[in-house]
């Protein structure tokens, strides 16, 4: 497997079949069609030094997303209801982001559905897989197993109480996510806002045993005094 410490592949044998996002609701299709994706930039290698995992704010993200075809599963409500999915877990280099590597295998729709209420779209899955998974292993189902593993030893707060705290800031959600989460310091949270200041990911910073570390500057987002607002929906 290229790219996975031996601590990750001991624990695939431990994670179950299916992972839930910070779902209200979710329904898996029946059917699931993997789309085919076109690489948007260079193949990058690179020596994998760390990892990623971002999740994101769905209520954010669906805002005037609720009729595109495209994000018809996760923002319709007609399968689910969503609060914190995840975006993708991303390797970082030595250098530079790996990206687009080169992969023999491509995603089955038995490989992408135990993720489908952890990151609500097809596309996001098999675009995920093959920008950022074909750089970190063989084969799309170990990917998506390792990102449910990483998905399951979190405790997510509650971000709709915590978007009615007076005087929210990035520094609040980071303390709000160290509290839910022991053994996590402020400084692997990232906390990424729109130019509107209302948020849209937290970025979550790993070494390469999978083991949270300090981000650096471009990762760890907006500073502790910055303001934010948090979109429930409504």
């Known amino acids: 497997m290229r790219g996975l410490p031996s601590a990750a592949v001991a624990l695939l044998a431990l994670q179950p079949a299916t992972a839930l996002a910070q779902a209200y609701?979710?329904?898996?299709?029946?059917?699931?069609?993997v789309p085919k994706v076109t690489p948007d930039g260079p193949p990058r290698h690179s020596a994998v030094t760390g990892y990623t995992l971002s999740l994101s704010w769905s209520p954010e993200y669906c805002r005037g997303r609720e009729t595109r075809a495209?994000?018809?599963?996760q923002c319709s409500g007609r399968s689910g209801s969503f609060g914190m999915v995840v975006h993708g877990l991303?390797?970082?280099?030595s250098r530079s982001w790996p990206q687009w590597c080169a992969a023999g295998t491509q995603p089955r729709p038995q490989d992408l559905k135990p993720n489908m209420c952890l990151s609500p779209s097809a596309a996001l899955l098999a675009r995920q897989w093959a920008k950022h998974g074909s750089c970190m292993a063989r084969r799309p189902a170990t990917y998506f197993k390792v990102t449910r593993i990483l998905w399951d030893g979190l405790a997510m707060p509650d971000f709709d109480r915590i978007s009615r705290e007076d005087g929210l800031t990035a520094g609040t959600i980071r303390t709000r996510f160290v509290d839910a989460n022991p053994g996590w310091k402020a400084s692997a949270v990232g906390v990424k806002?729109?130019?509107r200041g209302w948020l849209e990911e937290l970025r979550l910073c790993y070494d390469k045993r999978f083991m949270p570390k300090a981000c650096e500057r471009g990762r760890?987002?907006?500073r502790d005094k910055a303001s934010v607002k948090i979109w429930r929906g409504l």
Not at 25 to 33: D, H
């Open 25 to 33: 609701q979710c329904r898996i299709p029946g059917t699931l069609a």
């Open 70 to 73: 495209a994000d018809r599963q």
């Open 90 to 93: 991303w390797p970082e280099g």
């Open 193 to 195: 806002l729109n130019s």
């Open 220 to 222: 760890l987002g907006a």
